[in-house]
């Protein structure tokens, strides 16, 4: 390899094809448009959902009832859980749960459900409580941090319009 072959064939600041000049320029006549068809025409666009012709996926799909829009998304997580992944005396927040995977994904609250047995004396804190779990939480000693909720009807619906 030589020195002066280095940059051969690259082109910093390549000319930009100019089509419909003439059978000479190798796009002309159709303008490398193909024959006939809607991506033939002027003023030509298309839905992201078109499929060719076909039914689009979202008509295929069955619908039932009402999607809420504004609905909050809770996640549970039970109590038996927190007693695999969390030491006794341990505060058990949001961030906590989230780096050891006991909260994953997105959602706008945390709900402790009483589902399994609590040994260990934990302070939670999270949005909501069920009673069962409430009760499990002070009876092994713990403390229960009710959190205020993240967004409220009206700050969710604000941010869906801005999207």
Same mark, same amino acid.
């Given at each position: 390899m030589n020195l002066n072959d280095v940059h051969r064939g690259i082109q910093k600041n390549?000319? *930009?094809? *100019?089509? +419909? *000049? +003439?059978? +000479?320029? +190798? %796009? &002309? /006549? %159709?303008?490398? *448009? &193909?024959? /006939?068809g809607h991506k033939s025409r002027s003023g030509y666009s298309r839905k992201p959902s078109f499929q060719g012709g076909a039914m689009p996926m979202f008509r295929r799909v069955p619908k039932r009832g009402f999607n809420n829009r504004w609905a909050t998304t809770v996640f549970a997580v039970n109590v038996g859980k927190l007693n695999d992944h969390f030491d006794d005396g341990a505060e058990v927040t949001l961030e906590a749960m989230a780096a050891k995977d006991v909260a994953k994904g997105t959602f706008d609250e945390v709900k402790i459900l009483g589902d399994g047995e609590l040994t260990k004396k934990l302070t939670v804190s999270a949005h909501r409580f069920s009673k069962s779990a409430e009760e499990k939480i002070t009876a092994a000693g713990g403390t229960v941090n009710k959190l205020a909720p993240k967004r409220t009807p009206d700050e969710r619906v604000a941010a869906l319009k801005q999207a």
């Open positions: 390549r000319k *930009r094809k *100019r089509i +419909g *000049r +003439g059978p +000479g320029s +190798g %796009t &002309g /006549k %159709t303008s490398a *448009r &193909g024959h /006939k």
